[in-house]
């Protein structure tokens, strides 16, 4: 809906009125429309102001109108009408002006913005391009080099820096609606001045002297980044379109590409993951407790027990979020590391965000009773079950009653550790993701005993702390890493039967991963996994050459890695790795002749003769089996929904965002396609279990593959049935 008002006897104030972020949804629009013709047909109104009510001018095209059958006015008539209004328009930007938003003002004849305002076109984020006239008006207002940067980023930016690139016209710290009526009044007011100056569609575009050579900079920068993406290919070709057509054929330009893109998959995907991303902030436990009814409690002093890497990272986060922080480490060499590695770390990033460093935020501490008066201690030591027991039994002791007690584990047992406190209810698990003050995933796992407010609360404070957080239950490897394991296991089996790392990491990042699975286990150090499996009794010391090697706890096993490990090669940090490294610490991974000796050598000894395989046989059975897994885990309740998994990939393990998810990834193939798969390479390796598909897999299949949105309610019912 919008609201026509009239103010100060001849301005036409026109309200838009959808909340929460006054989306531009059909109803919008024609009331856009309507009352737009209105005040231009009233003699009364010699100009017009149009805000947002609730301090918030636009969120853009009403996204949930994308999946159904859209109705209602088309957006790029209704902005051409406001521009060739005859009477000065003026947009009275406060709280948002985002994609349609932005090219709702941009049609307008004057742009006044609250200082506190953001603006963008992040239509790129959402698998599009701006196509109400934002890739053709734009440019024409800032230039092709800003504008190319705003349209394929979809960075918002602040009223300060949107004045200065001449977005916006005047900024404001008073009340913007007030600024803009009295702009208006003076507007209406002023003789000729036409206001054909103003109708940005009629400027021409400033033309770079060396165009040809930005765009193609600008279009190979785009590529390798985009992992696959079309949508940011398609706003290159868009601008360039305004720089180099006419507007009537730019506008042209902008519809076909906008067309090509609104149909394809990776737009689905990627609006999928925008409301998947806000659907796991309404978490639920099967109990039934749930964000809802669950309140959190305030977290004014925090603590991190142990110091390494997470530990570090943990302690940035938490002093940048405004946090008072007790950071403990008993290892004195340690500790003094650790000061200056974090002091080091927040002074970038305030120098990067131009405010101070949270430096006076944290304590620092050799002695654990200094966490006695903390409101939520992170654990974050070594992944070692005795040694974190440990400290959750001196941590229950110290810790004033009521404190929550965290766990940054990456898989190890959550109730286990709450079985070691007196108060076991207030024990959740925040599983943070290196580097800890970067990365946006957080894993919150709640125990059978963790409560409701201890999960709320963990929830909250990882929101506070910017991050994407998730509640999933608790099992070996919660859900990211549990999912991992097959996906790592198919990648080491497929090593065995002929293929390279080289060869199964292209064929994953041409998949759209940022780094295949041998670079990223290289990177992540080959030891950590190593250390894990020497715990659940994986590795046999002498016997990972011998004829059993290949078969563990009675099912298939590559000791592979293990080999590599008793080699000292464990990755990056020793210069070798999966691949080899022209220093310790080098991140360029060339291809290593030993490493593909090794393998054949490998193969020998144990009677595997090497196949040709493809990049299809790689996709299909690492991300299948990795897909079986996240059924299973739907399957145990662990996750809650599709959603949770996929926005877990999407932000943990750089799962390109325009394939949404694995689980939404598995929809899109077609569950038919996923289990036909599975089956064939379950009977091609009977002795993988992973193969084997989930009876969730078979139960969707059977009921007619349900779009991903619906699986929910399959899940719920087989559940109600157990
Ligand atoms: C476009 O404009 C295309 C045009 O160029 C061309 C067309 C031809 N529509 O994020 P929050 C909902 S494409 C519908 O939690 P925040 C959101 O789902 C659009 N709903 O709050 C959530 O609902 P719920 C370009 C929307 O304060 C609620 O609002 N625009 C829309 O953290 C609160 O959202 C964009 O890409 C929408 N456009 O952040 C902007 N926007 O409570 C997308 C939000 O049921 N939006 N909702 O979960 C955002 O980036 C953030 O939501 C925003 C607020 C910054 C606005």
Redesign the pocket.
Known sequence: MAQFTRVSGSVGLITLQNP??N??SAAVRQGIIDTVQRSLSDPKVKSVVICGQNGIFC??????EFGSDMRGP???PMIHTIEAAHKPVVAAIEG?A????L?LALGCHYRIAHSKA?LG???V??G?????G?SQRLPRLIGVPAALNLITTGRHVTAAEALQLGIVDVVTDHNTVDAAVKFALSAAGETGQPLDARRISTHPCPRPSDLDALFEEVMHKVRQSARGAIAPVACVQAVRAAATLPYTQGMEREKEL?ATLFTSGQARALQYC??SQ??V?RWSMPSGACWDTSKPRPVHKAAVIGLGTMGRGITVALAQTGLSVVAVETQEKQLVEAKQAVSGMLQRGAKRHGVAPALDKISYSQDIQAVADVDLVIEAVFEDMALKKKIFQQLSAVCKPGTFLCSNTSGLDVDHLASQTRNPELVVGMHFFAPAHVMKLLEVVYGPRSSPQAVATAMQLGKKMGKVSVAVGNCRGFVGNRMLKPYMEQALFLLEEGATPELVDRALEEFGFAMGVFRMSDLSGLDVGWRVRKADGLVEPGTASGQSARIRQGRRYSPLGDLLCEQGRFGQKTGRGWYQYDKPGSRVARADPWLHGFLEEYRARHGLVARQIHHQEVLERCLYALINEGFRILEDGIAAGPEDIDTIYVFGYSWPRHRGGPMFYAAMVGLPKVLERLEHYHQAHPDVPYLQPCGLLRRLVASGSPPVQRWREVIKKLHSHL
Not at 59 to 64: E, L, P, S, T, V
Not at 98 to 101: A, I, P, Q, S, T
Request: no cysteine; aromatic share 6%.
């Open positions: 929460p972020v989306a531009l969120g853009g095209a009403d996204i949930k088309p957006l790029v948002i985002l994609g349609g938003g090219e953001r076109l992040p239509e984020t959402l599009l391009l701006p196509a109400a934002g906008m925008f409301f806000r659907a902030g």
